[in-house]
């Protein structure tokens, strides 16, 4: 099984001709300077070091054998003559079942004294795992403080992440995630309303509830 922001690229090659195209070699903001022109297809590389003597292939996670990577990858034009430093691979995710391991103060049930904080908890990416990490601390200064714990609201993205470790009565279903709008409270709805426009209402309520809160929350 797969967290699906982290697949395999040999994975969504299955899944259609076009589809790496349309992920991990998506152009956009990138123009060829030979034509003026955004490509169809585009592999980003990384430099890995401060002399620029290694690049990283991003989003090149794979489980292929490594002759066949080197195969492969040396099929793609200008890596043709490429030296592998390392080959690919995919990275465990290993996470606790947050929703029924951890209390509403959210440390381990069993003993208070233990915290989890990003990704362990089941929170996938550096943004969510930083503020992931940020809500714990909060967590544990409320309890040296001798305070409730704070529970900032759902409608924002500290909530909404608070809201995912919970799961809210899914507990069967729970697995890693992204921070997306499926973990705020729902907002209502308007008439002919465009998305761009649906986000950014969640936005401003986001930002203004979280102030609100943190104006009261005593931390």
Same mark, same amino acid.
């Given at each position: 099984?797969? @967290?699906?922001?982290?697949?395999?690229?040999?994975?969504?090659?299955?899944?259609?001709?076009?589809?790496?195209? @349309?992920?991990?070699?998506?152009?956009?903001?990138?123009?060829?300077?030979?034509?003026?022109?955004?490509?169809?297809?585009?592999?980003?590389?990384?430099?890995?070091?401060?002399? !620029?003597?290694?690049? /990283?292939?991003?989003?090149?996670?794979?489980?292929?054998?490594?002759?066949?990577?080197?195969?492969? @990858?040396?099929?793609?034009?200008?890596?043709?003559?490429?030296?592998?430093?390392?080959?690919?691979?995919?990275?465990?995710?290993?996470?606790?079942?947050?929703?029924?391991?951890?209390?509403?103060?959210?440390?381990?049930?069993?003993?208070?004294?233990?915290?989890?904080?990003?990704?362990?908890?089941?929170?996938?990416?550096?943004?969510?795992?930083?503020?992931?990490?940020?809500?714990?601390?909060?967590?544990?200064?409320?309890?040296?403080?001798?305070?409730?714990?704070?529970?900032?609201?759902?409608?924002? !993205? @500290?909530?909404?992440?608070?809201?995912?470790?919970?799961?809210?009565?899914?507990?069967?279903?729970?697995?890693?995630?992204?921070? /997306?709008?499926?973990?705020?409270?729902?907002?209502?709805?308007?008439?002919?309303?465009?998305?761009?426009?649906?986000?950014?209402?969640?936005?401003?309520?986001?930002?203004?509830?979280?102030?609100?809160?943190?104006?009261?929350?005593?931390?």
């Amino acid at each position: 099984k797969y @967290f699906e922001g982290c697949l395999p690229i040999e994975v969504m090659a299955e899944r259609g001709v076009q589809t790496l195209a @349309f992920g991990p070699l998506k152009p956009v903001g990138l123009t060829d300077p030979r034509t003026g022109e955004q490509p169809h297809a585009v592999v980003q590389l990384r430099m890995e070091n401060a002399e !620029a003597t290694a690049w /990283n292939m991003v989003g090149f996670q794979t489980r292929l054998k490594y002759p066949e990577q080197k195969r492969i @990858f040396q099929m793609l034009p200008g890596l043709e003559k490429a030296v592998f430093l390392r080959f690919g691979s995919v990275h465990r995710n290993t996470y606790v079942h947050s929703p029924s391991l951890l209390s509403d103060g959210l440390h381990w049930h069993d003993d208070p004294d233990l915290y989890f904080a990003g990704q362990i908890t089941g929170v996938e990416g550096y943004v969510e795992s930083t503020a992931c990490g940020q809500l714990i601390a909060w967590h544990v200064l409320a309890k040296l403080k001798g305070v409730a714990p704070p529970v900032p609201p759902t409608t924002t !993205a @500290f909530g909404a992440l608070r809201r995912h470790l919970r799961a809210d009565g899914i507990l069967s279903a729970y697995s890693p995630s992204n921070l /997306n709008w499926s973990l705020f409270a729902p907002i209502d709805k308007r008439r002919r309303e465009k998305k761009h426009e649906k986000k950014a209402r969640q936005a401003a309520r986001a930002e203004a509830d979280f102030n609100a809160w943190w104006a009261e929350a005593g931390i």
